[in-house]
């Protein structure tokens, strides 16, 4: 993990739709994404994508980082995955790395992708659940576990995005259920913005020369969430915590069993 906020961001872990891209003509934001792991599972193991952010800076993010093995995991995968329980929802799956594993420990997994090639791909690994969706239109099932990993919160996309996310989502947990998400601190506001949250950010994802629609994503710190969190009724707290800024958290339900803990 680096302290560079480009390359704290995964290419699209795609659970949140991406409005940006929907014009006739237009290329959705996530499919350079979702080619680029179709690819990398037919054989092309040097598959990459390019994340260039809204200043121009770029990236390239291999697709292999979305085939990982258990062995490959980070200590805080490895925190996320231990704390799963019950049913989970893996939002914005990619490849299904961290399905397949909670899937192997018997756990019920459902995996959710917006991108139909991501979906294909989970499927063809074996991930036995695969939704195609976003998860703010995803209804009708309730989950002990949401897990939302590789800073996939980010795809809301702003602080009024996540507080949308904060009052919608109960409806997807449990009584007593769990939301474990990670990101990554933004640092101190930038020069040129100062009345801006420094975590709000636009990337564009390309792969074999084909450009997604540009999307916001936004980076949030640790007391951001928490304060919008309390606000919204969760308890949030902090399970694990890198001191470059990466971050895992929990969210509960204040007043229920767990989030009176």
Request: charged share 30%; aromatic share 8%.
């Amino acid at each position: 993990m680096t302290t560079s906020k480009l390359s704290s961001c995964p290419p699209e872990p795609c659970g949140f739709a991406r409005t940006a891209g929907n014009a006739a003509g237009a290329v959705p934001s996530w499919a350079p994404h979702g080619a680029a792991l179709r690819d990398f599972l037919a054989g092309d193991l040097d598959a990459e994508v390019i994340v260039r952010a809204e200043d121009g800076e770029e990236e390239r993010t291999p697709a292999r980082v979305f085939f990982r093995e258990p062995g490959e995991f980070s200590a805080l995968d490895e925190a996320a995955l231990d704390l799963c329980r019950g049913r989970v929802l893996d939002v914005g799956a990619g490849a299904g790395c961290h399905s397949l594993v909670l899937q192997a420990r018997g756990l019920s997994v459902t995996a959710l992708d917006v991108s139909p090639a991501a979906v294909e791909v989970m499927r063809r690994r074996g991930v036995r659940d695969v939704r195609c969706g976003d998860v703010f239109a995803f209804a009708g099932e309730r989950f002990d576990t949401l897990l939302i990993l590789m800073n996939g919160i980010g795809l809301v996309g702003t602080l009024d995005g996540l507080d949308r996310f904060l009052r919608d989502v109960p409806r997807l947990v449990a009584d007593g259920g769990q939301v474990l998400l990670d990101s990554f601190d933004p640092g101190p506001p930038d020069a040129e913005r100062p009345h801006a949250y420094a975590g709000e950010m636009r990337f564009q994802l390309e792969y074999r020369g084909v450009r997604g629609a540009y999307y916001d994503f936004v980076f949030l710190d640790f007391e951001t969430l928490g304060r919008r969190a309390d606000r919204a009724g969760w308890c949030c707290e902090s399970i694990w915590q890198e001191d470059e800024g990466h971050y895992l958290a929990r969210l509960t339900r204040r007043g229920t069993k767990e989030g009176a803990k």
